[in-house]
């Protein structure tokens, strides 16, 4: 069921706030998202201290 009188103009205008904000709401979403996986790509590169390098084993048994 639709509304009987439908100003276009008006429904517009009154609902151009919210759909700004909503837009404004995806882009901070998106740029937050884009940081988090930046930072963990960009993070997953570094090797810990106390975490053995790739063949190497703590193991003081072998030789």
């Known amino acids: ?5 439908t100003n276009t ?3 517009t ?3 151009a706030p919210s759909l700004f ?3 404004i709401a ?3 979403g998106g740029i937050m998202g ?3 996986t930046f930072t963990a790509i960009d993070r997953s590169d570094e090797v810990a201290a106390d975490q053995p ?3 190497e084993t703590n193991d003081s048994t072998t030789n």
């Open 13 to 15: 205008r009154r609902h």
């Open 26 to 28: 995806v882009l901070i």
């Open 9 to 11: 103009e008006r429904e």
């Open 21 to 23: 904000g909503i837009a």
């Open 53 to 55: 390098v790739m063949g």
């Open 1 to 5: 069921m639709s509304a009987p009188t």
């Open 34 to 36: 884009a940081a988090i």
